[in-house]
């Protein structure tokens, strides 16, 4: 994930959205969303690479999330 916006460290994924969310990043598009403030986590198994994860995570947050 070289030139990401992401920011990595503690082995996780630091989202670059403002908040305090992490991302765990897998295989072929597999990846955990969390969001602590909000005690939301979202796990998404797939098997290819697509972006629409962070469009479901941004309406997941939104929805019921703290905002």
């Not at 991302?23 to 990846?31: K, V």
């Not at 969390?34 to 995570?57: F, N, Q, Y």
Request: glycine fraction near 10%.
């Amino acid at each position: 994930m070289q030139d990401s916006p992401f920011g990595y460290g503690y082995l996780l994924w630091l989202l670059p959205w403002g908040k305090r969310q992490f991302a765990l990043f897998g295989n072929y598009g597999q990846r955990t969303c969390i969001d602590p403030a909000s005690k939301l986590v979202m796990v998404h198994t797939s098997v290819g690479e697509k972006t629409e994860i962070w469009r479901l995570w941004s309406a997941l947050v939104k929805q019921f999330g703290n905002t």
